[in-house]
C-alpha cells in the first residue's frame, strides 16, 4: 500500500476515500453534497485532516458549530461542520468561491442556536471569524454576535467598533470587565483569523495572518455580565434583541462557537482552520 502524503505542515493524510477516512468528515462531506456542493479529492484530504487534526490535538471537543462557506451556494454554506445542522442565509448574501460576503445593508447568517445552548459560558467560551477581506464600510461593523437584551450586558461576539480595533466581548459588551480589544493599526489589518476565548479566568483575543499568530492580549477580570441564552447567534450583523444590526460587508471563510481553549489551544485550532480554508478554497489567508 502506499504511504500516505506528506504535507508541508509536518501532517500525513490518507485519501479522503481510503480506510482512513475520520467519520464526522465522511458525515460533512456527505451532508454538503446532498445539500449541492461537489466535493474534490484535495478538498475531502483537507476535511479529513482537519477533523482528525482537531480530535488528536484534543481541541475538537470544543468546537459547537463551525461554518465553512466556500461552495458558493447557500445550502451547503449552511451546514454545520460538526453537527451537519444548517443554520440560515438572510438576504442579500453573496455566495462566492472560496467565501460568503454580506452586502453591508441587510444580509447575514442566523446559526439557529444560543451561545448558552452550545455550552459557552463566562468562563468557558470561544468565538472566532475567518476574515479574507474587511470590506468596504468604515464605521462599526459586527462580524459575529448576538445580545439578549438592549444594554448587552449578555452578550457574545467579535465585532469591529471602528477604526482598526477588534473588540472580542464575552457576556458584556459595554463593561471592560466583559471585553477586551486590539489595535489592529488599520481596519483592513484586521484581516486574517480572528479568535476571542475565556479560558481559566482569563479571557484573551488572538490574530492568525499567513505570517504567524498576532497576541491581541490577556486580561483576568471579574465576570460582567451573561451568556445569551434567548438570542441566536449571528454572523456578518448583530442580533441585537432580536433586531439585526450593524452589517457588515465583510468577506468571510468561517464562523466559530465554541467552549473554551486555552490561547496555546486555540493557536493549533487557528492553524488547522487556515490550513483547511487555504488548502479547500485555495486562496491564501492574508
Known amino acids: 500500500m502506499a504511504p500516505p502524503i506528506q504535507l508541508g505542515i509536518g501532517l500525513s493524510l490518507a485519501r479522503a476515500g481510503g480506510p482512513g477516512l475520520d467519520p464526522d468528515a465522511a458525515a460533512y462531506i456527505a451532508a454538503v453534497e446532498t445539500a449541492g456542493a461537489s ?33 458558493a451556494s447557500a445550502a451547503p454554506n449552511a451546514v454545520d461542520m460538526v453537527t451537519r445542522t444548517s ?49 468596504s464600510l468604515s464605521g462599526s461593523r459586527t462580524h459575529i454576535a448576538t445580545s439578549d437584551i438592549a444594554t448587552n450586558s449578555a452578550y457574545l461576539g467579535i465585532a469591529n467598533p471602528g477604526g482598526g480595533l477588534i473588540r472580542s466581548a464575552i457576556a458584556s459588551y459595554i463593561d471592560s470587565n466583559g471585553y477586551i480589544e486590539y489595535n489592529a493599526g488599520g481596519y483592513t489589518s484586521t484581516n486574517g483569523i480572528v479568535l476571542g476565548g475565556r479560558s481559566s479566568g482569563d479571557r484573551y483575543i488572538r490574530l492568525r495572518k499567513s505570517s504567524g499568530v498576532i497576541d491581541g492580549g490577556t486580561e483576568t477580570e471579574p465576570d460582567t455580565g451573561t451568556i445569551p441564552s434567548v438570542r441566536n447567534i449571528y454572523a456578518m450583523a448583530f442580533n441585537y434583541n432580536g433586531t439585526a444590526l450593524t452589517f457588515s460587508d465583510a468577506e468571510y ?32 489567508l492574508p
Do not use: C
Open 39 to 71: 466535493v474534490t479529492a484535495d478538498q475531502k484530504d483537507a476535511i479529513n485532516t482537519f477533523f482528525k487534526t482537531g480530535k488528536s490535538d484534543g481541541w475538537y471537543s470544543s468546537i459547537k458549530r463551525l461554518y465553512l462557506p466556500i461552495w
Open 87 to 135: 443554520g440560515s442565509f438572510v438576504p442579500t448574501v453573496t455566495h462566492a468561491a472560496g467565501y460568503v460576503q454580506g452586502d453591508g445593508t441587510s444580509g447575514y447568517f442566523d446559526f439557529g442556536v444560543t451561545p448558552a445552548a452550545l455550552g459557552a459560558s463566562l468562563s468557558s467560551a470561544t468565538i472566532a471569524v475567518l476574515i479574507k477581506t474587511a470590506g
Open 253 to 284: 471563510g468561517a464562523f466559530v462557537v465554541g467552549t473554551g481553549m486555552s490561547p496555546s489551544v486555540s493557536d493549533q485550532f487557528t492553524l488547522a482552520l487556515k490550513n483547511l480554508w487555504e488548502t479547500a478554497s485555495g486562496l491564501t
